[in-house]
């Protein structure tokens, strides 16, 4: 993480312009064809995999870039971790993507972030 953004999250959390109550994390997938960095064959094709984490206005507090390759839940600690460490929102809030057990027990225990998604459809319990 850049210093100069980390002083803008300082600056706009003291202000209370940053809404850490709810939180939101998603995942785009960027077409490479030609190759690059972070490229990764999925079912799609080469491609880029974007991770973000906004606050409850869209202000984005986390941003990672991956291949394409691994699954969404599997890179959210990584994109939280972009946030500095004395923040953390108390709820990430995202997709069926990211519903996972493993996933809601790491968040809660090593971050204190509870994990907000909806049950996938073939769901075992």
Known sequence: MTKLRAELLKDLDRRGKIDWAET?????????KKGGRA???TKRGKGTKWMAIVDGNGLPLGI??????????TLVEETLNE?????????LIGDKAY???KL?????????????APNRRNRRS
């Open 24 to 32: 939101f994390v998603d995942g785009s997938f960027a077409s490479a």
């Open 39 to 41: 490229v990764g064959k």
């Open 83 to 91: 946030i500095p460490s004395r923040w953390r929102p108390a709820r």
């Open 104 to 116: 809601d027990r790491a968040l809660l225990e090593r971050h204190g972030v509870e994990l907000i």
């Open 64 to 73: 990672t870039i991956h291949s394409a390759s691994p699954a969404e839940c």
């Open 99 to 101: 519903d996972s057990d």
